[in-house]
């Protein structure tokens, strides 16, 4: 077995080198993501070692991204898009509704949308207005679109390579804050054995509160969990992976055992993905709630100026303070 350590950014970058090197109709194509190797350098190289037929720079025009991407994957192509950041998506956003997510039904079946749209996505790194976005309810809300995010380098390298190999058209969310973070990455492992792209995956178990996080806030949801261990109770962290769809087996095998369950989400809470998970959680497991379940996330303002965006986000303190809340009942 070939594992490396790699960071998160590092890992999609051979993951998409990968898929590259798997099938000649793969081609990636984005604002600066040839020449310079995109902004986060996610790209980096690629260009080089596979051409600018392959790793095309764009114009600044998502919207032309898009519409172009969907051309290409009507015709066989597996385009991978980047939006540059998340707060750049919304001129794309018309052609990714009624276009990406429709055509495969307007079709009757008939025609696949085979395309990834890559998105770096959250705050936490210090960036003006229109850089620390987190779009992944309006994505998960659109039904014939697939959404999902990694959390850490050997999730990144796997599904990458998984969502760019499916039929559908994946919105695959990239936390930007853990590009710099590194893992064990296995690089030999068969695709065809990896952990299924569409599953949640439980990453700490524990016996007393459930807690459901996704991309970025994992992290803080484990170091949560290992401070919480130090006062005795033991949460269990499930790292959701897949947004649309949903999968909630573990989630609610887990809220039975705990009765307990808290969301964690640096999306503002108002109609978010929390909203949803609690009420799945409450109709499944409602006679196993010892507490109501909680949610933890940005507020529902703008995303506030770098200098006070660390009193926006999500941090270990008001996981834990959550926590405390739901043996408050």
Not at 99 to 120: D, F, N
Not at 232 to 242: K, M, N, T, W, Y
Not at 249 to 275: C, D, F, M, W
Not at 276 to 302: H, K, M, N, Q
């Amino acid at each position: 077995m070939a594992t490396e350590t790699l960071t998160l950014g590092k890992a999609l970058n051979t993951g998409l080198r990968r898929a590259l090197e798997t099938d000649p109709k793969v081609i990636i194509m984005g604002e600066d993501v040839g020449k310079l190797g995109g902004v986060f350098r996610i790209t980096d190289g690629l260009q080089k070692d596979f051409g600018d037929q392959r790793v095309i720079d764009t114009p600044l025009a998502e919207s032309g991204i898009i519409g172009t991407a969907v051309g290409l994957a009507i015709r066989g192509y597996r385009p991978v898009c980047e939006i540059q950041f998340d707060g750049f998506v919304y001129p794309a956003y018309d052609q990714i509704v009624s276009q990406v997510a429709k055509m495969h039904y307007r079709s009757g079946g008939k025609l696949s949308i085979p395309m990834v749209i890559r998105i770096p996505f959250g705050g936490g790194i210090g960036a003006v207005e229109h850089h620390s976005e987190s779009p992944e309810a309006y994505f998960a809300h659109t039904a014939g679109l697939k959404v999902v995010t990694c959390s850490n380098p050997q999730d990144a390298y796997v599904m990458i390579q998984q969502a760019i190999a499916s039929d559908d058209p994946i919105v695959f969310l990239e936390p930007k804050r853990r590009y710099w973070e590194k893992g064990q990455v296995d690089l030999n492992a068969p695709l065809s054995e990896a952990y299924p792209l569409h599953s949640a995956r439980v990453v700490r178990p524990g016996t007393d509160v459930t807690v459901l996080a996704y991309g970025p806030m994992v992290r803080t949801c484990l170091e949560a969990a290992t401070a919480a261990a130090e006062d005795g109770r033991e949460l269990e962290v499930i790292d959701l992976r897949s947004l649309s769809p949903l999968d909630l087996g573990a989630a609610y095998e887990s809220v039975k055992r705990t009765g307990r369950a808290v969301v964690v989400h640096e999306a503002p809470s108002n109609i978010g993905l929390g909203a949803e998970l609690a009420a799945r959680i409450t109709e499944e497991c409602f006679y196993s709630l010892e507490s109501p379940v909680l949610r933890v996330t940005g507020f529902d303002t703008p995303y506030p100026a770098s200098r006070v965006e660390e009193e926006y986000l999500p941090d270990l303190d008001r996981v834990l303070d959550a926590v405390d809340r739901t043996f408050g009942w």
